[in-house]
């Protein structure tokens, strides 16, 4: 269609040239005339063919190359954060994720992943959280989350060391978020557990005896207990609370591409050792086996009642050495 209207217009062109140069010249300019139009309605036609080539080329490229799919998540901590961008580069997909700043409890970001609101949050899991949305069964701790340090009073410090046993663990109480699932894995294991709805309101109910320790896991303690410091407490030196409880992605059901696509991304990080790379780098992990001293403490080791068959304990690969671990005796 370009190409005729612009030969169109040349024709139009050559008619009222030729008849002008026509009547002030005659003939020989006639045949000049005619040569001149062959020019003008090539350059038209060749010009009107790069543009029309020009906007194909522009409508490929777009097609080539889509826009982003957009996802929202909940996720705001830099490690899992940085992982869960990486992985979904990695998938072969292009992926535009957007955090949001609402600050929600467990129950809430479930109820939110059901809406479809929210695309895809972390957790340590269970086996409810399992039934409700998708996991993407790689532990994005290597279990470490389930390595879990004591924040405790001062003055109780000898009371801890003395505690060479379960038995002797089960004469403390423990103080714990109601809905995090750890708060499960204590009951069940028959240990007493005094929570609270807000994780904030655990650290002046631990100072006003409420409870006797708070179990966090042994790559975040520190940094919590900076976040919310107190004189009077402090990070325990010589237990160890384990048990297998891992955390994952958590992804809507109603995304189920997303979290296969999350899967492959994790799943190519970890055959090329790159998930172990930035893993080691990015939470300081010789650093934190050389503070936190895990072989010389003593490992009170929980059951996990409601663990999913499926979890991958089998994959040594996506796990730490610590549930081998002897400690101290």
């Known amino acids: 269609m370009v190409i005729h209207i612009a030969t169109l217009l040349g024709s139009v062109v050559t008619i009222l040239a030729k008849r002008l140069l026509m009547s002030m010249l005659g003939l020989w300019a006639s045949a000049v005339v005619c040569a001149f139009s ?18 194909y080329a522009a ?17 705001q901590q ?3 954060f940085n992982l869960l961008k990486e992985a979904l580069r990695r998938s072969g997909q292009s992926y535009q994720v957007e955090q949001m700043s609402t600050q929600m409890n467990q129950k809430r970001k479930v109820e939110e992943a059901l809406a479809g609101t929210v695309d895809v949050f972390w957790s340590m899991t269970s086996k ?19 390595n879990r340090l004591l924040i405790i009073r001062k ?3 000898a009371r801890f060391a003395n505690v060479k046993t379960l ?24 240990l007493p557990v005094v929570t609270s709805y807000q994780y904030t309101n655990l650290y002046p109910m631990l100072e006003g005896g409420r409870f006797d320790y708070l179990a966090l896991g042994a790559q975040e303690i ?15 030196t010589h237990i160890l609370l384990q048990y297998r409880s891992p955390a994952y992605f958590f992804v809507s059901p109603k995304r189920p591409e997303l979290a296969a696509a999350i899967l492959a991304g994790l799943e190519n990080m970890i055959s090329d050792g790159s998930f ?39 994959r040594q690969e996506l796990w730490l050495d610590l549930f081998s671990m002897q400690g101290a005796k």
């Open 128 to 146: 409810e959280l399992e039934e409700t949305v998708l996991p993407v069964r790689i532990p994005l701790f290597k279990g470490l989350l389930g």
């Open 38 to 55: 062959f020019t003008v309605i090539a350059a038209v036609a060749s010009t009107s063919l790069t543009l029309a080539n020009a906007a």
């Open 59 to 75: 409508g490929n490229s777009t097609a080539s190359n889509p826009a982003p799919i957009k996802i929202v998540t909940t996720i």
């Open 78 to 80: 830099q490690w899992q």
């Open 276 to 314: 172990d790379e930035m893993f080691n780098r990015e939470l300081k992990i010789d650093k934190l086996y050389r503070d936190a001293q895990f072989e010389q403490r003593v490992i009170i080791r929980l059951d996990t009642p409601d663990l999913s068959p499926l979890t991958p304990i089998e």
């Open 167 to 190: 038995a002797d663990f089960k004469q403390l109480k423990a103080g714990q978020n109601r809905y995090w699932p750890d708060a499960s894995i204590l009951e069940a294991n028959g």
């Open 155 to 157: 003055t109780d410090e």
């Open 222 to 236: 520190g940094d919590e207990l900076a976040s919310h410091p107190d004189p009077a407490l402090k990070i325990d």
